[in-house]
């Protein structure tokens, strides 16, 4: 069982680029779940149909979002699997995502310390100077005059969030052992 984490909306929309709606269905079941699944229960629980449901285990744990035990039935010693939440993995994978925000958000800060901006007043097109220059100080939209766009209130925001982030990232770190 996962405990209530914030980032798990964040990661529940991941799941559904890259599994499916139904892969977002499964492994939230797993993950509320108090005990270990096997793919029957999950056939049941969901309403999907088995090969959909084996489909959706195989590219979560793909991700390495979920894990299993293998168990050979007594009866007719075929191999069951019990499915779970792999919460260690899941942890880190959640760590990693955030740093590939927190390193675009450090991008665009730089990209807004390192320029210029101008801005039309009508329809609120923002250039750099360079593109600005390009367009002989025009909006391409409307033709409008573009005017200097101070962009102190971004870049402060930016330094903001970043700031958050980074220490929520050392924190977890901290807390999981690096990656
Ligand atoms: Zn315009």
Same mark, same amino acid.
């Given at each position: 069982?996962? *405990?209530?984490?914030?980032?798990?909306?964040? $990661?529940?929309?991941?799941? +559904? #680029?890259?599994? %499916?709606?139904?892969?977002?269905?499964?492994?939230? $079941?797993?993950?509320?779940?108090?005990? =270990?699944?096997?793919? #029957?229960? &999950?056939?049941?629980?969901?309403? $999907?149909?088995?090969? =959909?449901?084996? /489909?959706?285990?195989?590219?979560?744990?793909? &991700? %390495?979002?979920?894990?299993?035990?293998?168990? /050979? !039935?007594?009866?007719?010693?075929?191999?069951?699997?019990?499915?779970?939440?792999?919460?260690?993995?899941?942890?880190?994978?959640?760590?990693?995502? @955030?740093?590939?925000?927190? !390193?675009?958000?450090?991008? /665009?800060? @730089?990209?807004?310390?390192?320029?210029?901006?101008?801005?039309?007043?009508?329809?609120?097109?923002?250039?750099?100077?360079?593109?600005?220059?390009?367009?002989?100080?025009?909006?391409?939209?409307?033709? %409008? +005059?573009?005017?200097?766009?101070?962009?102190?209130?971004? @870049?402060?925001? $930016? *330094?903001? &969030? &970043?700031?958050?982030?980074?220490?929520?990232?050392? /924190?977890?770190?901290?807390?999981?052992? %690096?990656?």
């Amino acid at each position: 069982m996962v *405990r209530k984490n914030s980032n798990l909306k964040d $990661l529940y929309s991941f799941i +559904e #680029d890259f599994v %499916g709606p139904s892969g977002k269905e499964v492994f939230k $079941l797993l993950a509320h779940s108090p005990k =270990e699944l096997l793919d #029957d229960d &999950i056939v049941k629980k969901t309403g $999907l149909d088995e090969q =959909e449901v084996r /489909r959706i285990l195989y590219e979560l744990h793909n &991700i %390495g979002l979920v894990t299993y035990k293998k168990l /050979r !039935n007594p009866e007719d010693s075929r191999y069951i699997y019990y499915w779970r939440v792999d919460a260690s993995r899941l942890n880190h994978v959640l760590l990693q995502r @955030k740093k590939a925000v927190l !390193n675009k958000l450090k991008e /665009r800060l @730089k990209f807004e310390e390192e320029n210029t901006f101008f801005k039309c007043p009508i329809d609120g097109v923002r250039l750099t100077y360079d593109e600005a220059l390009e367009n002989d100080f025009k909006c391409p939209r409307c033709g %409008g +005059e573009l005017e200097m766009d101070d962009n102190t209130e971004i @870049k402060e925001k $930016l *330094r903001k &969030i &970043i700031k958050e982030l980074e220490e929520e990232v050392e /924190r977890e770190e901290k807390l999981i052992g %690096g990656s």
